[in-house]
């Protein structure tokens, strides 16, 4: 009986180590190469959220996305997007997970993961749109109307959808590379 709680424990410890670990690795890839745009900034970390749905899984990959990129707004210094970072990094991989996953998938279909990352792009733009029009209203430009932010807002869209995909890029070999090395490690 001791052994079987035992083997609780390691699994619990493991998975928590897997997310944390990917979690630093999004941090780190995302804070590595920035490049500011109009109210934000542009990165790599798009990669690192689509190669942690490949390898963890759906909901190891949603808790290292959301974690490693709000650590990345705040250690950044983008405090103010931190708490739509988390919605929609976490929703994003989350989008990514489901559909990488969903019926006879496994997240090895290639095919099917790009599907699954440009549905998740979409959504990752679109969200960032619609938050950084509340941000440019509510946060940087008091004064302005809804429909001046929403124009504001649009600057920063091209940004995005580049960001998504050099990540689509970026995370499928890489995952091709870690499925056959056999690293694998997802629970879906």
């Not at 124009?151 to 998504?164: R, Y």
């Not at 499928?172 to 879906?188: D, H």
């Amino acid at each position: 009986m001791e052994k079987k709680n035992l083997q609780i424990v390691n699994t619990k410890t493991l998975t928590l180590v897997q997310v944390a670990l990917m979690a630093a690795m999004t941090t780190l890839v995302t804070m590595t190469i920035r490049i500011p745009t109009y109210t934000g900034y542009t990165h790599l970390g798009d990669s690192m959220i689509f190669l942690a749905v490949i390898v963890l899984g759906k909901r190891k990959a949603v808790a290292s996305s959301a974690l490693g990129m709000v650590l990345a707004d705040i250690l950044g210094g983008y405090l103010v997007w931190a708490p739509f970072t988390l919605i929609i990094k976490g929703v994003m991989a989350l989008i990514a997970g489901l559909i990488a996953y969903r019926g006879k998938y496994n997240g090895d279909n290639t095919v099917n993961n790009i599907f699954a990352f440009i549905i998740a792009g979409i959504w990752m733009v679109a969200a960032y749109y619609i938050f950084g029009a509340v941000i440019t209203r509510y946060i940087l430009a008091e004064n302005s109307t809804l429909t001046q932010a929403l124009i504001v807002s649009l600057k920063e869209v091209p940004a995005n959808i580049v960001e998504v995909l050099v990540g689509i890029v970026l995370a499928v070999p890489m995952g091709k590379i870690i499925a056959k090395s056999n690293l694998k490690i997802n629970n879906k």
